[in-house]
């Protein structure tokens, strides 16, 4: 398992964006990036030295520090789209190889180069910037119907990485909620909130949130659903 490039960008003025400038942009860094915890969401943008984020509201913060796509799901990605997907096309961080990015679970821990750790929180939910950006009709929609959104992580230890730089799985947490359940639950299959919960604290917090408030209302319903 590898970390092909980090990627990063300034902010660029762009018409489609809500503040009329967007950090999604993101292209290969040369050379050693810090990776540190920016701070809360709302106060802090992006984990990575040298990128930018512009709608604090929804993006950055400690829980969104870093996002992470596998080459694997941009090549599918360019086969169905006809058209080549550079490294940081999706504006990720990190882009690996080898990694199951979809298949890791709320709160694995992977050590990236000798020093970083970063925790998963959640899968990436697309928005019209992201739309825009990648200039494809009902975009969001077919993202989202994918189901394979990439990880937002949080960092545990903070330190230097490069591309190159090997990834490893140092921690697999004992429950079954994967980026992918995650997502599907936030999204197309709320039914799913309730079992989302056993990834705990792990969880980004909204989704915590969401989860337990779904499970209180309609918790009972659910299991009765999930018996028959």
Same mark, same amino acid.
């Given at each position: 398992?590898?970390?092909?490039?980090?990627?990063?960008?300034?902010?660029?003025?762009?018409?489609?964006?809500?503040?009329?400038?967007?950090?999604?942009?993101?292209?290969?860094?040369?050379?050693?990036?810090?990776?540190?915890?920016?701070?809360?969401?709302?106060?802090?943008?992006?984990?990575?030295?040298?990128?930018?984020?512009?709608?604090?509201?929804?993006?950055?913060?400690?829980?969104?520090?870093?996002? /992470?796509?596998?080459?694997?799901?941009?090549?599918?990605?360019?086969?169905? +789209?006809? $058209?080549? #997907? %550079?490294? @940081?096309?999706?504006?990720?961080?990190?882009?690996?190889?080898?990694?199951?990015?979809?298949?890791?679970?709320?709160?694995?821990?992977?050590?990236?180069?000798?020093?970083?750790?970063?925790?998963?929180?959640?899968?990436?939910?697309?928005?019209?910037?992201?739309?825009?950006?990648?200039?494809?009709?009902?975009?969001?929609?077919?993202?989202?119907?994918?189901?394979?959104?990439?990880?937002?992580?949080?960092?545990?230890?903070?330190?230097?990485?490069?591309?190159?730089?090997?990834?490893?799985?140092?921690?697999?947490?004992?429950?079954?909620?994967?980026? /992918?359940?995650?997502?599907?639950?936030?999204?197309?299959?709320?039914?799913? +909130?309730? $079992?989302? #919960? %056993?990834? @705990?604290?792990?969880?980004?917090?909204?989704?915590?949130?969401?989860?337990?408030?779904?499970?209180?209302?309609?918790?009972?319903?659910?299991?009765?659903?999930?018996?028959?």
């Amino acid at each position: 398992m590898q970390l092909l490039t980090v990627n990063a960008g300034p902010l660029r003025p762009a018409d489609y964006a809500d503040n009329g400038a967007t950090g999604i942009d993101k292209r290969p860094v040369e050379g050693p990036v810090l990776v540190r915890d920016p701070g809360p969401k709302g106060e802090g943008g992006s984990g990575l030295a040298g990128d930018e984020i512009s709608d604090l509201r929804h993006h950055g913060g400690s829980d969104q520090a870093v996002y /992470a796509f596998a080459r694997e799901d941009l090549d599918r990605w360019e086969r169905e +789209l006809g $058209r080549p #997907l %550079a490294n @940081g096309s999706f504006g990720e961080n990190l882009t690996t190889s080898g990694l199951d990015v979809t298949g890791a679970l709320i709160g694995e821990r992977w050590r990236v180069g000798a020093d970083l750790v970063l925790e998963v929180t959640s899968g990436r939910i697309p928005c019209r910037t992201f739309a825009s950006h990648l200039g494809e009709r009902g975009w969001v929609r077919r993202f989202t119907r994918d189901s394979a959104p990439g990880a937002y992580l949080r960092v545990i230890v903070p330190g230097e990485i490069r591309a190159g730089d090997p990834i490893a799985v140092v921690h697999r947490p004992d429950h079954e909620v994967t980026v /992918a359940m995650s997502f599907r639950a936030e999204t197309v299959e709320r039914t799913l +909130l309730p $079992r989302v #919960l %056993a990834a @705990g604290e792990a969880l980004h917090p909204e989704q915590l949130r969401a989860a337990r408030a779904y499970a209180e209302k309609y918790g009972d319903a659910v299991a009765g659903e999930g018996a028959r």
